[in-house]
């Protein structure tokens, strides 16, 4: 059906570049009957390259579910929520300042609660980063959460790639990653992507989505550029 609508506009000159959705088991499994992967993320209909991407929020936040309920292995370092925790509840007369925004909604499971993008935004942030560094260097917290700070700094890196759509110079990455000239970042973060893994399969299927997620919209927008 996907591919008759899109065949059907087509003759209509509407070119669709992409399609988008979230993580639903009938969306898994459209994924995987067009043979979507990191290495291809699109298809191929009337010879027009069809990009294939899940939403970015519902990313965002299986990221944050998955990281809050299990630790996460990068190489020989872990990401663990504890250290989110230990930052929220600093004593520290600075930490209202250092990460304003953490609050008890962002740390802590709430009912309904994980369904607002913002509270995942808010925790995988480039500000909480900093703050987890300012706290370590005083040694209110341990020097091993340096390895949190690093995954939320490019979880929020991650995120305004995927999901922002003005070159603005506080976010030089984006452009690093769309314009065809710069390769650097893309194969950073995939990289990075690729060697990150947790004991549960889920985790992996996200990795998963998040590599062609992120490849569909490199590659797309390249082509664009062109």
């Not at 209509?12 to 992409?18: E, L, R, S, Y």
């Not at 630790?71 to 520290?92: A, F, K, M, P, R």
């Not at 009912?111 to 209110?140: I, P, Y």
């Amino acid at each position: 059906m996907l591919r008759d609508i899109i065949t059907q506009l087509q003759a209509i000159d509407m070119w669709v570049k992409a399609v988008i959705c979230d993580q639903g088991a009938n969306n898994v499994s459209i994924a995987a009957r067009l043979n979507i992967t990191p290495e291809k993320p699109y298809f191929e209909v009337g010879g027009q390259k069809v990009f294939f991407l899940f939403d970015t929020p519902h990313l965002l936040k299986c990221t944050r579910n998955n990281l809050r309920a299990h630790q996460l292995e990068t190489g020989t370092e872990i990401i663990d929520w504890s250290y989110i925790v230990q930052l929220h509840e600093s004593s520290s007369p600075l930490r209202p300042r250092l990460a304003p925004y953490l609050t008890d909604k962002n740390v802590y499971k709430f009912a309904f609660g994980d369904m607002k993008v913002k509270r995942a935004a808010q925790v995988m942030s480039e500000t909480v980063s900093l703050a987890l560094l300012f706290l370590m260097s005083l040694n209110a917290i341990p020097s091993t959460a340096k390895s949190t700070a690093e995954f939320l700094q490019k979880m929020d890196m991650l995120f305004d790639c995927l999901s922002s759509s003005i070159l603005a110079e506080t976010r030089r990455v984006l452009w690093d990653v769309l314009h065809p000239s710069y390769v650097t970042q893309p194969r950073n973060m995939e990289e990075w992507m690729e060697i990150s893994h947790i004991s549960l399969p889920a985790w992996f299927s996200i990795t998963t989505k998040k590599t062609f997620t992120c490849n569909s919209s490199i590659y797309m927008n390249c082509m664009l550029l062109l």
